[in-house]
């Protein structure tokens, strides 16, 4: 069978790694699907689930807040600062975190903040989509 590694990997640990017949991922210009033998890539990866379709057919998902995606024909390495199994996602807390953004948004006081408090606000919103994306999967 024809697969592909792949490694995601957050600032504090090895979030997933092993061996898959397919990967999809929210590239900064769109939604990336990677197989086995893909063309070698570097790029920017936006807030959003990463999918991987195992070699035995189950689907691992794992929210990433933006990073980089490195893809060799038989590698696939993910970096992102913030990456969370789709198991550990808690949609109280990413909707505690979304409403703390909101209010930071309002209360911006210089264009720093409010560039701070948007993306914020974007990654909390990717990580509730990609939470009701893993359930609607179980």
């Known amino acids: 069978m024809n697969t592909i590694q792949v490694e995601v990997v957050s600032a504090e640990e090895s ?11 929210p590239g900064e210009m769109g939604e990336l699907g990677i197989l086995p033998g893909h063309v070698p890539l570097i790029t920017r990866i936006k807030p959003g689930a990463v999918r991987i379709e195992k070699v035995d057919g189950d689907e691992e998902f794992v929210f990433v807040a933006g990073g980089i995606l490195e893809v060799q024909p038989k ?30 948004l ?33």
């Open 15 to 25: 979030i997933f790694s092993g061996a898959a017949k397919f990967v999809a991922l």
């Open 75 to 104: 590698l696939v390495t993910v970096l992102s600062d913030t990456a969370i199994r789709g198991k550990d996602l808690d949609e109280a807390k990413a909707r505690e975190a979304r409403k703390a953004a909101e209010e930071a």
């Open 106 to 138: 309002k209360n911006a006081k210089s264009d720093v903040d409010l560039a701070k408090a948007q993306s914020e606000l974007a990654i909390m919103a990717a990580q509730i989509a990609a939470l009701r994306r893993f359930r609607q999967k179980r």
